[in-house]
């Protein structure tokens, strides 16, 4: 009865777990080997061990990318939550059209991001772009954004928050809902503000939600890689050059598959690292009643 059971389980993952073998962890043990040689995608690979890993750790070039990623992310994961949250509690109040809204504003989500970074490029062209026009209209400085080592990384932060705002919405929106009202009638019974309700209820309550968004967001941010391909591509003088953009350089541009493939090692321990404290110090502030 046992093997028959484990016959029929084996049948039916059997569909999605032959990709994954051959798709994802096939590839994934391949890139540990290619990590530890020299390859250029055409000759014969050469055997150097731990020396792709020595050297992108003594390049200073390694050390920005990661800085350029670490930026991207401080600034992405604070604006896409708080916008987002914003979002989930205008729209979780009874509001005419409600559910039109809600589309309206998860629609980037679903949209291509090559459409999405091609029209923010428009958008923040420093020369004809609408932003600039309305800035100039009210007398505010117009920066070069995109064009500009010291905007290049903002103009890929406000396009990527733009896109994402939707997914964290729905997201915190269904947290919302599984408050219960009665907590907040007994607090307005009790005279409670609503700036109370909001950080003793509605934020304690909110918190698996908040984790998950958070633990989402920071492995989406480390791998972002489309939007600064399309609007920067990495530039200028390298001011917006992520960890997924040098991977792709390292090996489409440089043919040094072989560095590619320990920076990506690299930053699989990163994300791996930051996931683990998260797992761990949810605990001390995820309420899950």
């Known amino acids: ?35 530890l040689e020299q390859w250029n ?67 980037p989500v679903v949209t291509s991001w090559v459409v999405v970074a091609l029209m923010w490029k428009w958008l923040l062209n420093p020369s004809t772009g609408v932003v600039n026009a309305v800035l100039g209209a009210v007398g505010l400085p117009q920066p070069g954004w995109w064009t500009d080592p010291n905007w ?15 997914f964290v919405m729905v997201i915190l929106l269904a947290g919302l809902q599984s408050i219960p009202n009665d907590l907040y009638e007994a607090a307005r019974i009790d005279g409670a503000s609503a700036w109370r309700l909001f950080t003793n209820i ?25 939007q600064v ?7 200028p003088q390298g001011a917006s050059q992520v960890v997924v953009g040098q991977i792709y350089d390292l090996t489409f ?12 090692w690299l930053l699989f321990a990163v994300i791996l690292a930051i996931t683990i404290i998260q797992m761990w110090g949810q605990r001390r502030w995820v309420h899950h009643d």
């Open 1 to 35: 009865m046992k093997r028959r059971h484990a016959a029929w389980a084996v049948l039916f993952l059997a569909p999605s777990a032959i990709p994954l073998v051959l798709f994802t962890l096939m590839p994934m043990i391949s890139s540990i080997r290619i990590s």
């Open 41 to 107: 995608l055409i000759s014969d690979p050469k055997w150097v061990g731990l020396g792709n890993y020595a050297k992108l750790l003594a390049s200073p070039t390694t050390l920005s990318v990661f800085g350029n990623t670490l930026g991207y992310v401080a600034g992405y994961l604070p604006l896409v939550y708080i916008g987002g949250l914003a979002l989930a509690l205008a729209l979780n109040a009874k509001l005419p059209a409600r559910g039109f809204f809600r589309a309206v504003y998860f629609l």
């Open 152 to 166: 290049a990384l903002a103009s890929v932060i406000l396009a990527s928050a733009w896109k994402d705002l939707g």
């Open 202 to 226: 509605t934020l304690p309550l909110l918190t698996p939600s908040t984790f998950f968004v958070v633990v989402i967001s920071l492995i989406n941010g480390f791998q972002v890689f489309d």
């Open 229 to 235: 391909y399309v609007m920067t591509g990495g530039g």
């Open 253 to 264: 541009r440089y043919g040094r598959a072989g560095e590619a493939a320990a920076l990506s």
